[in-house]
């Protein structure tokens, strides 16, 4: 198991508007959460470190599939955009970027993801229980997930990189609707006339002409 800081993730939804509204300032990632203390305690028991990049892991094959991707050893290149992946259950998920595909429906609201990790986060969102909370602003949220992504706001950080492009986005999903730009991917199709759309809030404007 690898302990380190790194940048939060939150699987959710974001559309185009909402990115660049909102100034930023860097401050440390915090869990309100108890499992945070069994995490911090195994802290500093990793037993493999990498000596290109410093990185350290609990388990060896953890650690072995790390460094593939130092010697670029039997990993696996994306056709579309040239990111390497060392599974693939990993490059199968990754190409659903560059398709559009979301085979994971949810069976209470009819919304579809990406990845089943994403469809089980979202769908505690019904439950109506809000576990998890942001130290910073009080916001709380349904999984661990969501509030570490939302921790990234308060953050500033802009992980995800376009590769087609030079332009970075702090949400994942942000990212995903901006390289349709670059694919010509329109997962979204009107059923009165089968125009599409790269993105569920154009599809909802043109359907006002409709109505």
Do not use: W
Request: aromatic share 8%; hydrophobic share 25%; glycine share 4%.
């Amino acid at each position: 198991m690898e302990i380190e800081e790194e940048p939060c993730r939150i699987k959710e939804e974001e559309t185009e508007e909402s990115i660049g509204k909102m100034e930023f300032r860097e401050e440390p990632c915090r869990i309100k959460n108890e499992d945070q203390e069994q995490i911090d305690g195994n802290a500093g028991k990793a037993s493999f470190s990498c000596s290109e990049c410093g990185k350290t892991y609990k388990n060896k094959s953890t650690f072995r599939v790390h460094m593939r991707f130092h010697t670029r050893e039997r990993l696996l290149t994306c056709t579309e955009c040239g990111k390497y992946f060392a599974e693939r259950r990993k490059l199968d998920r990754h190409m659903r970027i560059h398709t559009g595909e979301k085979p994971y429906t949810c069976s209470q609201c009819g919304k579809s993801f990406t990845s089943k990790s994403t469809l089980i986060d979202h769908q505690l969102s019904h439950s109506g229980v809000k576990a998890f909370s942001c130290d910073q602003c009080e916001k709380t949220f349904a999984s661990a997930a969501y509030l570490r992504k939302h921790l990234k706001v308060h953050a500033g950080l802009k992980p995800h990189c376009c590769t087609f492009c030079e332009k970075s986005f702090s949400r994942l999903e942000t990212l995903q609707i901006h390289q349709r730009i670059h694919t010509g991917v329109r997962p979204y199709t009107c059923s009165d006339c089968e125009r599409s759309f790269s993105t569920s809030a154009n599809l909802k404007t043109h359907r006002r002409t409709h109505t």
